[in-house]
Structure formats: C-alpha cells, structure tokens
C-alpha cells in the first residue's frame, strides 16, 4: 500500500489531502476534473504519489473522452461486468485483443472507430439478435477480412472514394458462408437490400472508419475462417461476377428496400456453393 506524504519536500510544512479542480486543454479540447492531491498548508505546494499522479492520467484521459463522446474507462468497465463477462471473456466474444481492452480499460484512449465497434459490441451481446450473425460487430475484423480477400483476389479494397459497392458484396457472402457453415459471422456486421445489391447496413458512417481501423486489434481468422474467404474468392475471381450473383439472391430480391437481411437467410443463397 502506497503510503500518503506527511511534510512539504519544498518547505517542510504539514499536508493535507485535498479535492483540487484542474481545468486544461488536452489533444486540442478545454477540459476540466477533478484530482486528489496533498496541499502544503504553508506554501500551497501541490503534492501527489505515484497513484494519484497515475489516477490523475485517467481522469484527464476521460475528461477528454467524455468532452469528444468516447466511452470513458469506467463506462467501458462497468458495461462489461453488467454483462458478466471478465476481460479474456469479453475480449473472446467481441473480437478485440485483450491488451487493447485492458489498455482502454486503464485509461488509453480508444479511436472513434473502436469506441463505435465497443458500443456495438456491448449493444449485440446483450440483445443477441439475428442480424449480427452471433458476433458483436468487430470493425477492425471487417478490415482483416477485406485484406484477406484482397490476398486471395489480387484486388484492392477500401480505395479511397470507393463506397464498397464491391467489396462489401464478398463480405456479405463471406458472412452468410460463415454463419452458415460455422453457426457465426466473420465480422459482426449487419445487411440491408440496397438498390445497388446487399450492403453494409449505415455503410456510408463505417467506410472511413473501417480505412482508419487497424485489424491487428482484433483476434486473427482462423483456419476454417480462411477457407472461407478462399471459396468466395474462387466462386467470383472478379468483381463484376459477385454484384451479378447478388442481384440475383432471392434472399436479397425478396426484401424491401433498406430492410436488413438476417443471417438466418443464409441457407437460401443459391449463387455460391454452400
């Protein structure tokens, strides 16, 4: 146990543990909080151990967050243990590495991207719905698929200005397969009927944050995942053939327009060999 500091190291005078109000700018935002710190009674000198020093980094860093809309460490903590879920657990189950969420849990900054892929994570374990394929949306792993896609294809995926009219068909395809073949999605996300075929449902609010996200944040493909992607891939070698495909999906013909596509379709796909 860190033991409190009795005496001034400036002028030797007797010290008090105090609520101090910090108000700074940080990472461009005017922030305020609140520390707890030791006040010398005789110079006003302010004093703090390590915890508090190491604390007061926290407090700043939700300060922050919370000025910016980010889920603050204690948000992020108690919103997992209201689900039960230790840290390798919840971790396992929303796709990210643990060392991440530790790091956001011990006061490091999340991105905006894996702040939106938190909250969707906590909102999908707890409803446990049918359009997320039995996976939290993971944004960092629709990026790792698409770059296992792009190894598979020789294509390149997420150019700058493309909405995904592509690319987000073999991902569809690549969950459906997934959902169908191993009883989970590779990534979580969910799919509306567009005019232009399956789609990313609010892919217009995920296509920069997929390009920023970085897929080592998320737990790896496995073997069977793999074999996957190399099936789509080997079903359409080029992109023109997989938007064909997708235009003819009964499961997608069937819907209306902007209504999501359950994964409980995915049986009913009739242009890819399940």
């Not at 020789?154 to 191993?182: C, I, N, P, S, V």
Request: proline share 3%; charged share 30%.
């Amino acid at each position: 146990m860190e033991k409190g500091i009795k005496n001034c190291p400036n002028c030797s005078g007797k010290v008090a543990l105090r609520k101090i109000e910090k108000k700074m700018n940080f990472r461009g935002e005017d922030i305020s909080f609140q520390i707890e710190a030791y006040v010398c009674m005789e110079c006003n000198m302010e004093i703090a151990t390590i915890n508090q020093t190491s604390n007061a980094q926290i407090l700043i860093s939700d300060a922050y967050r919370k000025k910016v809309g980010l889920l603050t460490s204690s948000e992020i903590r108690e919103k997992r243990e209201k689900l039960g879920l230790s840290q390798k657990e919840f971790a396992k189950r929303a796709g990210f590495g643990i060392a991440s969420l530790k790091r956001w849990e011990n006061g490091i900054i999340q991105t905006k991207s894996m702040n939106l892929a938190l909250k969707a994570a906590f909102q999908d374990i707890r409803v446990g719905n049918n359009y997320t394929g039995n996976r939290a949306l993971s944004i960092p792993r629709i990026k790792l698929v698409m770059k296992g896609l792009e190894n598979e294809l020789g294509e390149t995926f997420l150019e700058e200005g493309d909405m995904m009219l592509f690319d987000a068909k073999y991902l569809w395809y690549a969950d459906m397969m997934a959902y169908h073949r191993l009883g989970r999605s590779l990534t979580g996300a969910t799919y509306a009927a567009l005019p232009h075929g399956p789609q990313l449902n609010n892919y217009k609010e995920l296509v920069d944050l997929i390009r920023e996200a970085d897929e080592t944040e998320t737990e790896p493909l496995t073997f069977e995942e793999k074999r996957i992607l190399v099936r789509v891939a080997l079903a359409f070698p080029r992109k023109q053939l997989i938007i064909d495909a997708a235009h003819r999906e009964q499961i997608y013909l069937e819907k209306k327009i902007g209504e999501i596509i359950p994964y409980s379709d995915a049986s009913k796909l009739t242009e890819i060999p399940l």
